[in-house]
């Protein structure tokens, strides 16, 4: 989605992927595939490349330095990546900043993760410190007797954990905030989020919040992006806690899926605003175009081929905008694509989207 928005800008795209198939290497014939850590293959990537962006945090920031040596931009700078990757470190520089987030501590020992739970209640979340994502990386801890089990599952001692107090929360909540390289900055509606087993599921906008409440998350989320200094869109998680306060849960430096929304329902979609940031043009327009949107993920309700049975009753309805990944195969749980209604009211918006993610078996 990254790649057509540059494409409406006249400009050329180059990818570089770890394995073959993935969707959008049909759309460029620029397209390289190895090692991210492949010195070779990653100077002919830059030679084809102006501005060199990522769709997700997994490049380590030490293969961006590397990209960067060879005199090419990167966006979000390695020192950006570098300080989020790595959830203790991105959590160590919020709060060290004076940003609110969840009570944290690195986890190195089953004795460390029963003193979390002992210090700040049960249940509490354990969470890989790189490379989780849908979530692939969390377990929730709700007794003593869990730790073990949770911490086998996310591959400790190999991956690196840490712990996490459970925050009794009003409702999740999420942003998009675009940084230019000239430091001009914009941010999108605060919408509500509603996980399930740790995977975004539904996003409404604009979320059901006070006026006040809206603007604490703004300038919550905008703070935090300048804290790291970061150049091109974030999506911002947060939570509204039952007293009142907004504290920040994590940061993504990319186009996210919290923000899928603003494709049809804003003036300027999170992946034009990225183009537009990381060339340090103008940013366009983030407000909403329509009184309400709701985006419901499409998740894979099975394992094998990729089926469009049924994708024309999904088309019936002018209200509804339809995304397909183009993935090859499905896997129960895995992202196959979202779909995105627009209406007069988040109710109205999300009893259609629903309809639509039960009929769809991909």
């Known amino acids: 989605m990254t790649a057509y928005a540059a494409f409406r800008f006249g400009l050329r795209v180059a990818i570089f992927e770890r394995s073959e198939p993935f969707p959008c290497q049909d759309i460029t014939p620029l397209t390289f595939v190895g090692d991210w850590k492949d010195t070779e293959l990653l100077k002919k990537f830059a030679s084809a490349a102006d501005i060199i962006t990522l769709e997700n945090e997994f490049v380590d920031a030490s293969v961006l330095s590397y990209l960067e040596s060879l005199g090419k931009p990167v966006f979000p700078t390695p020192n950006t990546i570098a300080s989020v990757q790595d959830k203790l470190i991105q959590k160590r520089v919020l709060s060290g900043n004076n940003l609110p987030v969840p009570q944290f501590e690195a986890i190195e020992s089953v004795e460390e993760a029963r003193s979390f739970g002992n210090r700040f209640g049960y249940p509490f979340l354990l969470k ?27 591959g400790f001692p190999e991956r690196k954990i840490m712990g996490e107090a459970f925050i009794d929360f009003e409702m999740e909540l999420a942003t998009m905030v675009v940084r230019s390289a000239k430091s001009e900055i914009k941010v999108y509606p605060i919408v509500e989020t509603i996980q399930e087993d740790h995977i975004c599921k539904i996003v409404k906008a604009p979320a059901s919040i006070d006026e006040h409440t809206m603007i604490a998350a703004s300038d919550l989320a905008c703070a935090a992006i300048e804290t790291i200094d970061g150049i091109g869109i974030f999506g911002v998680e947060m939570f509204l806690a039952s007293n009142g306060s907004v504290l920040i849960n994590e940061l993504a430096p990319r186009p996210h899926n919290s923000g899928h929304y603003t494709i049809e329902a804003c003036v300027t979609s999170q992946f034009e605003n990225h183009i537009r940031a990381i060339f340090g043009w103008r940013l366009g327009n983030t ?3 329509t009184p309400a949107a709701v985006m419901v993920n499409l998740l894979g309700k099975r394992n094998g081929p990729v089926s469009l049975e049924k994708l024309d009753y999904s088309l019936s309805d002018e209200h509804v905008k339809l995304h397909i990944y183009g993935k090859a195969e499905t896997r129960i749980g895995r992202k196959m694509g979202h779909v995105t209604v627009l209406n007069t009211s988040v109710d109205k918006c999300l009893s259609t989207a629903l309809s639509i993610e039960r009929t769809f078996e991909l």
Request: hydrophobic letters at 25%; aromatic letters at 6%.
């Open 128 to 154: 890989c410190r790189r490379n989780g994502y849908d979530g692939y990386g969390n377990r929730t801890v709700s007794e003593p007797n869990d730790i073990e089990r949770a911490l086998a599952e996310l």
């Open 287 to 289: 407000e909403m175009i």
